[in-house]
């Protein structure tokens, strides 16, 4: 992983610092690299407007004073607040070589939180929250100053129930996990990294880049860019969407397995087929398989999603088929296997993996390794994990995924880069988060399934 794009826990944010540091660079130094840095920054938001720092007495208070005397020399009101005096050596020589007087408390445009960082290890204290919120009410523009003050750097938990949203979070260094997990997340605003000189970090967890999709060969075919087969079940509708979506995503041919009369909105250019176990057991041209929208939870669909697991063709498991996945179904399988669970159906994979470990990042990878699979755990902070490499989160997409169908879409958006075979499983589903974050973001407001599914063609053309 890329320096700029690993995201680290806080004792790798504190092991990377000690290589620099075991290697010749001063913790002043490396203080001096992040609080001009982040300067930088709030010279520009700030525009000429009074700024206040809040310093806190660890060493994100630290970076605080050098952002207060670099701002000062560049002609920029600033105030500092400091309800803790500085307690770390090169906290205490920050305040110095600022020389001012903190104030207890200020007006101004922007305020600057730096009162704790990755080193905060409990609720901020009654008087401290009462003096952000305070602060944060005297001023129009909030940037936090690597970690908003008030959340866990490793869980993205608040600690405090009532923190500000900040327009702007300077990380400094590195990503920390808090950055791209919820609840945290959400407080952030917009989020910039300040390089600090930090190396990359081995095994640590990073941000998906953004790929480059496939664009099918000069004498391509349709078998050859990939045949999808969808299998469909009890409530038709979801193996339609998918589908759908899977024209869509790449593949050249995607055919909906279902015997259902009178199949819901679909389109003339999909082909729907009766029973699939002919086509999945002898068709070489089958490159990839989505089970799960809308299959239902009877025994029946039980074992259907065997049956079809047994096949050990490139799958991906969604919906009803991750409730009914039971370890012994993936006992022989040998091909690439994606699993897209939302929080409830991660429990249940969970229950049936018997995973109790209760922090999301661990479970999603402890997961991943037990089914020999890639494991995409959706939600507002989705992480895509697969077996032996760090697991990687994707960047934000709008809340607006947030109606139904749109898992649907997703799904068959993954199996469809499955099926065309260009990539790996773990990028495959990478790709298809790409592509419907991308939809998203071109689908505006209130979209449904059907909206996005719309927006796909020109989201796919956002990644050639
Ligand atoms: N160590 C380094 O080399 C560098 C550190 N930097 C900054 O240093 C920060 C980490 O500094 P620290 O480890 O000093 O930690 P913080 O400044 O985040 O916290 C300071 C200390 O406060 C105490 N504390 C924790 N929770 C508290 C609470 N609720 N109320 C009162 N006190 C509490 C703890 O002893 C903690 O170590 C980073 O986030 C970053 O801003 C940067 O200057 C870059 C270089
Ligand atoms: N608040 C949110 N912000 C961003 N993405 C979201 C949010 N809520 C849901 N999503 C995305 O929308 C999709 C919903 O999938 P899912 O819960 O399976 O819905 P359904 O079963 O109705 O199709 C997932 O890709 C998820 O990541
Ligand atoms: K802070």
């Known amino acids: 992983m890329d320096a700029p794009n690993q995201i680290l826990t806080a004792a790798q944010m504190r092991a990377g610092e000690e290589r620099l540091i075991a290697d010749g660079t001063s913790v002043t130094e490396l203080m001096e690299r992040a609080g001009r840095g982040a300067a930088d920054w709030v010279f520009r938001v700030a525009a000429g407007r009074k700024v206040t720092v809040l310093c806190g007495p660890g060493n994100n208070g630290g970076d605080g004073y050098v952002i207060a005397r670099v701002l000062a020399e560049r002609g920029v009101p600033v105030e500092v607040v400091a309800p803790r005096a500085p307690t770390t050596d090169v906290a205490k020589e920050a305040r110095k070589r600022w020389g001012g007087e903190p104030v207890v408390t200020a007006r101004g445009a922007v305020l600057v939180d730096c009162l704790f ?15 952000l919120i305070e602060l944060s009410y ?8 690597d970690l908003p003050s008030g959340i866990d750097a490793d869980s993205g938990e608040l600690l405090n129930d009532v923190l500000p949203v900040y327009s702007l979070t300077l990380a400094l260094g590195a990503w920390k996990l808090a950055h791209w997990m919820m609840p945290a997340q ?13 190396e990359p970090e081995e095994g640590a967890a990073g941000l998906s880049e953004r790929p480059t999709l496939f664009v099918p060969e000069r004498d391509a075919h349709k078998y050859a860019r990939g045949l999808l087969a969808v299998i469909g079940g009890a409530m038709p509708g979801a193996g339609v969407l998918a589908s759908r979506a899977a024209m869509h995503g790449g593949a050249g041919y995607v055919k909906l397995y279902s015997d259902h009369d009178g199949l819901p909105g679909v389109p003339p250019d999909l082909v729907v087929a009766g029973d699939p176990m002919p086509a999945l057991a002898t068709d070489p041209r089958i490159a990839a398989v989505l089970i799960g929208p809308g299959l239902g939870r009877s025994e029946e669909a039980r074992s259907v999603l065997s049956w079809v697991l047994a096949c050990d063709l490139p799958t991906v498991c969604d919906a009803d088929a991750l409730v009914l996945l039971e370890p012994e179904m993936l006992e022989d399988r040998s091909a690439p296997l994606v699993l897209t669970p939302h929080a409830g159906e991660l429990d249940a994979i969970g229950n049936a993996f018997a995973s109790s470990e209760p922090d999301r990042l661990e479970q ?20 895509v994990a697969a077996p032996g490499r760090p697991p990687v989160f994707m960047p934000p997409a709008p809340s607006w995924l947030s109606t139904a169908g749109t898992g649907d879409v997703l799904a068959g958006l993954i199996a469809s880069q499955l099926a065309v075979g260009e990539t790996s499983a773990f990028q495959a589903a990478q790709n298809g988060c790409w592509l419907h974050r991308e939809a998203a973001l071109r689908a505006g407001p209130a979209f449904s399934a059907s909206g996005l599914v719309a927006q796909l063609p020109a989201a796919y053309g956002a990644f050639l």
């Open 117 to 131: 960082g990755t080193g905060l290890s409990r609720p901020l204290s009654g008087d401290l929250h009462r003096l």
């Open 138 to 145: 005297a001023h129009n523009h909030w940037i936090a100053v």
């Open 364 to 383: 999603v990878t402890e997961l991943a390794e037990a089914i020999e699979g890639v494991l995409v755990a959706k939600g507002p902070d989705t992480i």
């Open 186 to 198: 959400a407080i952030m605003g917009d989020l910039r990294l300040v390089d600090i000189g930090v």
